[in-house]
């Protein structure tokens, strides 16, 4: 079955602190990877996705299919960095939907 | 190009009763997705229409149903409302010709009372 777990509901850190969320999944295939992020009053927009392997607002993401993760990464948090973001995976043919794990609120403290 | 573009923004309903919402897709995007988000939670999806027909479904019941139109737009019905059913209901458009990537609207929140 298919399956995105993020482990933390919240993550706090001080502004210029690095900042990893975390992303576990399960998957038969081999799926396609993505980082959705929701700002505040905004609607959910695509942050990155790991087969561009693009660095979008300092973020990185690296796939790692041994331990079936996909960690998102920046080295220095930035107050404007606070928002809810969603690991998502479908698969490569673009046909399926895409599941999401429930969400990690990333508070960043001044 | 104004996105995805969803109505009504916030909804209140009683329980037992029907609801209709509506999505336009981004422009150049053929297909259309509806997802489920519940407070707390991620978006689950619940059905994706493509040429007017429901191409794939999730994990919902038939009291959730759809429609798409010709010019892409699409719209969601639910029948015999449930306090739990009571959640932001969210549409991605795509496009099959291009590469793949959803585009999400605002969505729709839905009170049952």
């Known amino acids: 079955a298919q399956r995105v777990t993020q482990p933390e509901k919240l993550l706090s850190v001080f502004k210029g602190a690095p900042v990893e969320l975390k992303c576990n999944y399960s998957?038969?295939?081999?799926?396609?990877l993505f980082w959705y992020v929701q700002y505040s009053r905004q609607r959910l927009q695509l942050l990155l996705r790991?087969?561009s392997r693009e660095s979008i607002k300092g973020f990185t993401a690296d796939l790692n299919k041994g331990e079936t993760s996909f960690h998102l990464k920046k080295p220095f948090a930035q107050e404007e960095d606070s928002a809810m973001y969603y690991c998502a995976l479908s698969d490569h043919s673009g046909n399926t939907p895409l599941v999401f794990g429930k969400g990690t609120r990333l508070s960043v403290i001044a | 190009d104004a996105g995805v573009t969803q109505s009504p923004t916030h909804l209140i309903k009683t329980r037992g009763q029907q609801v209709t919402l509506r999505c336009s897709p981004k422009?150049?995007?053929?297909?259309v997705s509806w997802y489920q988000q519940a407070l707390g939670q991620g978006p689950q999806f619940i059905f994706q229409y493509y040429e007017e027909e429901e191409r794939q479904r999730g994990n919902f019941p038939d009291r959730f149903s759809g429609h798409q139109f010709p010019n892409y737009s699409s719209e969601l019905n639910v029948n015999a409302l449930l306090l739990g059913d009571s959640a932001l209901y969210l549409c991605?458009?795509?496009?099959?010709?291009?590469?793949?990537?959803?585009?999400f609207g605002s969505g729709t929140r839905l009170t049952v009372v």
């Open positions: 998957y038969s295939g081999s799926p396609e």
């Open positions: 991605a458009s795509s496009s099959q010709a291009v590469d793949y990537g959803y585009t």
């Open positions: 422009s150049g995007h053929d297909t």
């Open positions: 790991h087969i």
